[in-house]
């Protein structure tokens, strides 16, 4: 059975195209079912089978329909799907990498003699034949846990008894409010809100869909892989190969400022942008949440981005650093004060999502570097090594990626973090990277321009003829 599941994760990975084809396409077909059923476009009055729900602003209509929710619109047939093919793009180049390693004479035996790939696979085998059954172990309960905790709880429990609820909000409004811990008032619950006219069981079918497609298969499937990577994290670590007698070193061949350690470039590349993506899709994930509870905004595009590109634009044409930090709005000034409970939706599921990558990446990376310090250090004190050799083996570079550099990457990490909490820092962002591209394409068209018209001066010098005069002649 372990062997079965084990083969089926690597079946997955190597059916990655296929499979991330499959989601875009459920995905469309998500994002298309919506607009049959009139659940894309929402506009929800506060209003629940005629209860006013606490907590909203006078005046305030609130778009939360499908389409309209990151996380569930665009995530449906872009970040997910990205992030799904990366991750398992990830997986699928781990043996190959392996073997790859063998090939190069990087993965020697600590006594000298060659390493076997049969020996060394077998080791590897064993090592994610357990991780498989893990990660299979932690993507069912992750779905079973979303299904009851969030699907049961914020769609089903309305449909199955809509009047006791109600009745709860207007009993105790104190309590139930807008920014409620488990409610949510949005699309998937839209048959319920006194402005639409959708249909209950259509609504309830295709939440049902939705919820599995998204964040639970989805999601879910990411999350799996993802924790599967701590076995890759422990079979290269210094301890592990030492205790299986391996050790790896640095290539003397390769031409490569990182001395044959480009060979993990495939595998930490696909690692890292499927980490980027989960992490934008926890972001959606969390502000989308946020702005569910907001009492002040209309939608998710006002909330992030309001009127903090104006407001950027006035502080920048003055100078002022203080005023564009100003701009930035966080969490609590968009949620109430009397938000109630621990909230998994705001807080818990995101930023777990967003950790677990990172604790991930960040593993899978000092057990690599361990490793290569020591493969370095051990063929250092080889006494074969010529001066050229010796030399550019004590300079390598680690890092695998040639891309992005690990600040770079760090840094653009930090951001989506704080992208968390100030809930319009995207809104600067974007501004910064738009006035950035608009300077160099003013600066490329410039210099294009005065390179023509330099053509132009250097043809009449010459004594070439003018195009009236060609004319002439004709």
């Known amino acids: 059975m372990l062997l079965k599941i084990d083969s089926l994760w690597r079946w997955l990975g190597q059916n990655a195209t296929q499979i991330t084809t499959i989601y875009v396409i459920l995905g469309l077909i998500a994002a298309a079912t919506s607009v049959l059923i009139g659940v894309h476009d929402v506009q929800w009055d506060g209003k629940v089978l005629g209860t006013s729900i606490e907590g909203l602003n006078p005046g305030v209509i609130k778009q939360v329909g499908y389409v309209w929710a990151p996380n569930w619109g665009l995530a449906g047939f872009v970040l997910l799907p990205l992030a799904i093919f990366h991750v398992l793009s990830a997986r699928a180049g781990v043996e190959p990498m392996i073997k790859e390693l063998i090939a190069r004479d990087m993965l020697q035996r600590t006594d000298g003699t060659l390493a076997t790939e049969s020996d060394v696979m077998a080791i590897w085998r064993r090592d994610s034949t357990f991780a498989s059954f893990l990660a299979f172990a932690i993507f069912l309960f992750l779905i079973v846990f979303i299904m009851y905790g969030d699907y049961y709880q914020v769609v089903l429990a309305w449909t199955i008894d809509p009047n006791t609820l109600t009745n709860l909000f207007a009993s105790e409004p104190d309590k139930f409010r807008l920014s409620h811990s488990s409610y949510e008032f949005d699309w998937s619950i839209a048959a319920l809100f006194d402005a639409t006219d959708v249909n209950a069981d259509a609504n309830t079918w295709f939440s ?73 899709l926890a972001l959606t994930m969390h502000l989308q949440n946020v702005f569910l509870r907001s009492p002040k905004h209309e939608n998710i595009f006002q909330m992030v981005f309001g009127d903090a590109i104006e407001s950027f634009n006035e502080a920048v044409s003055k100078g002022s650093i203080d005023k564009v930090l100003e701009i930035l709005e966080s969490i609590g000034s968009v949620l109430p004060t009397n938000t109630i409970g621990t909230n998994i939706q705001i807080f818990g599921s995101a930023i777990a999502m967003f950790l677990l990558v990172i604790i991930v990446l960040a593993v899978v990376w000092i057990m690599l570097r361990a490793t290569g310090r020591k493969g370095r250090a051990h063929l250092l004190n080889q006494g074969d090594l010529t001066e050229a050799e010796r030399e550019k083996i004590e300079g390598m570079d680690v890092w695998p990626l040639g891309w992005v550099s690990l600040n770079l990457l760090l840094i653009l990490i930090f951001v989506i973090f704080m992208a968390m909490y100030f809930v319009n820092l995207l809104a600067l962002l974007v501004v910064a990277l738009l006035g950035y591209a608009a300077k160099v394409i003013f600066a490329f068209a410039k210099s294009s321009f005065a390179s023509d018209a330099d053509t132009k001066k250097r043809v009449q010098i010459n004594g070439d003829p003018k195009p009236s005069d060609t004319k002439k002649d004709e």
Not at 244 to 270: L, M, Q, T, Y
């Open 208 to 280: 049902l869909y939705v919820y599995l497609l998204i964040p639970s298969f989805g999601a879910g499937l990411i999350l799996s892989v993802f924790i599967w990577f701590f076995s890759v994290a422990a079979f290269f670590s210094p301890n592990r190969l030492n205790k299986a007698g391996f050790i790896i070193v640095p290539s003397r061949k390769s031409s490569d400022p990182r001395s044959g350690f480009e060979a993990f470039e495939e595998v930490f590349d696909h690692l890292v942008w499927s980490g980027i993506f989960t992490a934008l």
